[in-house]
């Protein structure tokens, strides 16, 4: 087989096509050389080699030695260059490169080829020597680390000794004979800690880097990350080796990276940073701060600095074509890494770039405004999930705010909490349920899991592209970097702003939009959903076929489904009315009541306030759809729980305080879940259902009048076994039907329907739907019932569960499709044959779980309901369920 695949002069035997075999760092590579533009050329070693070398003891393909020399001498030819070469000697890159992206995983090796012999040459073609020697101990300092695992710490150390006891501040003051110094210390360090000289050879220091690559896949913090991003550990990486181009060698070579639009709105403008006569990662790491690419970004950044478009315009035309023209060849964002070497632009990387939520949904409407992708396209875009983080709030305008400082805003929306200073402070405050803000010089992998825990980040150092923005972008967080006024001192636990310090645990807030960094908390407001979010929206309205409702029981959750989107309520759950603070009391005394007199007397103080809640819930619907559930918690919950609540009530209710308590012991059951509850609770106390039915109505009527249009509400009964328990309470409904009709001299419209969460209900669906009018699944019970998993004691089994595979996905989260969904689909298809036209729902934390709705499309359910805030989520899974 092909193991090695090369690229350059315009031609590449690779491309995307290859993205699984050559990473995706290496297919566009290949894709970039093919389309003309200047990539240094070089090759790429394929990921089936990395799977090989796991797969056998890390051991290489027998052909691939061969293979690889094959590659290294096209590579000569094409750059007229050789390793070892004493005037034109061959120096490469050596980089890794997965199908996902794992920025700052794997690690990169620069310069390789340079030794004793070859730095002279180097020295000699840049007339700069100690440019070549800064080069070449920069490479044995990355190979001493990344190949033969000395601490970089340790290098760092030797240089700083040196400029401290010559008094230099900048590496540039080294004299040549100095940097010679320094490289005979580099060469000794290996040597004394590794027992090995470092390799003078350069198809040994290949070699060696090669090995690295395939090594780090297996490194701890590169296993982190793919169990954090969810990654097969099977997919291997490529090992891309190319022809080095030196942004470092004088002031008119540079390094920069760019977005081709901005990743943090959308808008369409470059974006991007460079710094001058620098090398590699410089611009990520954020020990520097670069400068800004484009004449505008420097506008708006009030940069003294000049801009690449200002300093070497020519250059920066070049550029900007190259970005026109991946942006149309790849029809998405790219985020790209080039170097100019004196002068002269090369292209080293291009791939997707990461966004915000924001950022998304404005490249793809407006991408799709622009004729690059379809709607369709657009919609498939967009992660439904996602936009879960467009409702972060964000600073309300007005309110005061104590800024401390302010830095580059990095990824927006805004976050309070507790100041901690790494990982572990920030992941045990999580645990205690305390939010926190991780505030850090700046930030590398080891860092991703306190950027997890926190709400928020903040960085000292670095730009708009440094690890910290990239990350917290990926996640969602705000985040604030660049904030060069900050000082952490994480040993001392302080944080000090000019003459202020603050401690660990201290509030702040930060805007990730506006890069304010604010002491205490500042008051916040909630996000608008105009813009591309609502056009996105229209887009998937148009193409869904799902309906979707909301859940919502108060007046405040249905005007917010509404504005959501909302085509009705799905489930009005009317205990959620019960426990509100004013009513409680009567409802205790209906639950304490020893006949059905002195019942129906609590009873009867209830219903105009359930007929106040149904009426406002139906003018608010405005005559759509609202499926009201009856009364399905056992009594239990409404009881009080304290002694001092026991007492009180005992006084108002005018019982024995020992009375009441025997009652309250009485309704105590061993397993409430499947105890007294849902229809049962009707079935032993004809009256509630009655009194709940008699509010439904006549609110029915009530709202049709203010509305001057019909109210036909859906009256849901709760768990459901059996059609004659559906029957029994069916007849109690539709008795209240005829009374409040004659009393109001008219008719009245409605619909009986149950809730299908119990498997016996599911396999009699036939039966049960000679009396149902409609089937609205209640997924939460239905998982419960038919894994006999009571969800609030599955904390103590479930995390094991998924954690050792026992069990792919949490059941409560997304639907079981195998079985909970094989019972949807048998109640489906049984309850069609005696009701071909029954309503068919799904109510349950499941109708905002995008895989579940997707599930509920094939299904061929009506509408999905969740909870208001889920509202949108859902509507762009329906859309994205039927493209
Ligand atoms: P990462 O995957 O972490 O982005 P890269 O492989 O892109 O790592 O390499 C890190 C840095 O090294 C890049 O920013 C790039 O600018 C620089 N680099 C890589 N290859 C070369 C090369 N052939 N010439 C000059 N610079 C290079
Ligand atoms: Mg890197
Ligand atoms: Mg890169």
Redesign the pocket.
């Known amino acids: 087989p092909t193991w090695v695949y090369s690229f350059g002069e315009g031609v590449a035997d690779g491309g995307i096509r290859l993205r699984h075999l050559l990473g995706t760092?290496g297919a566009n590579l290949a894709e970039m050389a093919s389309l003309g533009l200047p990539v240094?050329p070089?090759f790429t070693i394929t990921t089936e080699v990395c799977r090989h070398y796991y797969a056998n003891d890390h051991r290489y393909p027998d052909d691939l030695e061969r293979q690889v020399s094959a590659a290294l001498d096209l590579l000569s030819r094409r750059t007229g260059r050789s390793f070892g070469h004493p005037e034109r000697p061959l120096l490469?890159?050596v980089?890794?490169?997965a199908l996902a992206?794992?920025?700052?995983?794997?690690?990169?090796v620069?310069n390789l080829g340079l030794n004793d012999v070859t730095v002279e040459a180097l020295a000699a073609e840049s007339g700069d020597a100690r440019f070549a020697l800064d080069s070449y101990r920069r490479f044995i300092q990355m190979f001493g680390d990344v190949v033969m695992g000395v601490d970089g710490q340790a290098f760092e150390e030797i240089l700083d000794d040196l400029k401290e006891r010559e008094g230099y501040f900048n590496d540039t003051e080294l004299t040549a004979d100095e940097w010679r110094r320094v490289i005979a210390s580099y060469k000794e360090l290996i040597a004394d800690e590794t027992g090995k000289p470092f390799p003078l050879d350069p198809l040994e220091q290949l070699w060696g880097a090669i090995g690295a690559v395939f090594g780090s896949w297996g490194n701890r913090r590169a296993v982190t990350f793919r169990k954090l991003h969810g990654i097969s550990s099977n997919s291997g990486t490529a090992v891309?080796v190319?022809?080095?181009?030196?942004?470092n060698m004088d002031e008119r070579s540079a390094?920069g990276?760019a977005f081709t639009r901005n990743p943090s709105t959308g808008e369409r403008q470059l974006y991007g940073e460079f710094l001058l006569n620098a090398?590699?990662?410089e611009?990520?790491a954020g020990l520097r701060t670069p400068q800004d690419i484009t004449e505008t970004a420097r506008l708006a950044s009030r940069s003294d600095r000049p801009s690449l478009e200002a300093l070497m315009p020519e250059t920066y035309r070049e550029f900007i074509g190259y970005c026109q023209k991946l942006e149309r060849h790849f029809k998405d964002i790219q985020d790209l890494?080039?170097?100019i070497e004196r002068g002269k632009l090369?292209m080293?990387?291009t791939r997707s770039g990461r966004r915000t939520v924001e950022a998304a949904l404005r490249i793809a409407v407006d991408m799709a405004n622009e004729g690059l992708i379809t709607r369709e396209e657009a919609i498939e875009r967009i992660d439904p999930s996602s936009l879960e983080q467009l409702l972060h709030p964000t600073i309300e305008a007005d309110a005061p705010r104590d800024i401390l400082a302010t830095g580059l805003p990095a990824s927006p929306g805004a976050a309070v909490g507790e100041i901690a200073f790494n990982s572990e402070q920030a992941e045990k405050a999580r645990q205690r349920g305390i939010k926190v803000i991780l505030v850090r010089a700046e930030t590398s992998p080891d860092d991703v899991h306190g950027m997890h825990s926190a709400v928020g980040v903040v960085t000292a150092r670095g730009g708009m592209t440094s690890h910290a923005a990239v990350i917290a972008r990926g996640l969602g967080k705000p985040c604030v970097v660049g904030v060069s006024a900050l000082k952490a001192d994480p040993v001392a636990g302080t944080v000090t702003v000019g003459k202020r310090e603050l401690r660990a645990g201290d509030v702040i807030t930060i805007d990730g939009s506006s890069g304010q960094v604010m002491a205490g908390r500042v008051p916040m407001k909630e996000p608008e959903l105009s813009g591309p979010f609502a056009e996105i929206m229209t887009w998937a309205d148009a193409i869904r076929r799902l309906e979707v409702r909301a859940n919502a029981e108060t007046p405040v959750e249905a005007r917010i489904a509404r504005q959501f989107g909302a085509e009705g309520i799905g489930l009005c759950r009317t205990e959620h009315m019960f426990f509100e603070h004013s009513r409680i009391s009567a409802v205790r005394e209906m639950i304490l009541a020893e006949t059905p007199e002195s019942r129906r007397a609590a009873l009867e103080k209830i219903l105009p306030m359930q007929r106040q809640d149904f009426a406002e819930l139906f003018e608010i619907m405005e005559g759509q759809p609202v499926c009201i559930r009856l009364l399905d918690p056992p009594l239990h919950e409404f009881l009080p729980r304290t002694e001092r609540e026991v007492t009180e009530l005992a006084r108002t209710a005018g019982v024995a305080p020992d009375v009441l308590r025997r009652r309250i012991a009485n309704l105590e059951e061993y397993n409430p879940m499947l105890g007294h509850r849902g229809c049962r609770l009707a079935v032993s106390f004809p009256e509630i259902a009655e009194v709940q039915a008699r509010a439904i109505f006549e609110a029915a009527i009530a709202a049709a009048d203010k509305l001057g249009r019909p109210v036909v509400p859906e009256i849901m009964v709760p768990l459901v076994a059996a059609r004659q328990e559906l029957d029994y309470v069916k007849s109690i409904i539709a008795r209240v039907a005829i009374e409040v009709s004659e009393a109001a001299g008219r008719p009245v419209n409605y619909k009986v329907g149950t809730m299908i969460e119990l498997p016996r209900a599911a396999l009699m669906a036939e039966d049960i739907a000679q009396s149902a009018a409609f089937f609205s699944f209640g997924t939460n019970d239905l998982t419960q019932t038919t894994f006999g998993i009571s969800r609030d004691d599955a904390a103590s089994f479930l995390p094991t569960y998924l954690q050792k595979g026992v069990l792919a996905r949490d059941p409560f989260v997304s639907i079981d499709r195998d079985g909970v969904g094989e019972l949807i689909r048998i109640a489906i298809e049984r309850g069609r044959k005696s009701r071909p036209d029954i309503g068919l729902g799904m109510c349950g934390e499941h109708g905002g779980d995008p895989a579940s709705i997707a599930f509920c499309e094939e299904a061929g359910l009506a509408y999905v309901s969740c909870s208001p805030f889920r509202m949108p989520i859902a509507r762009l899974a329906a859309a994205r369920a039927v493209v």
């Open positions: 760092k240094p070089g490469v890159s980089r890794s490169g992206a794992m920025p700052g995983m794997m690690d990169t620069l891309n190319q022809a080095m181009v030196f942004g390094t990276v090398q590699g990662e611009v990520v890494e080039f170097t090369w080293l990387q």
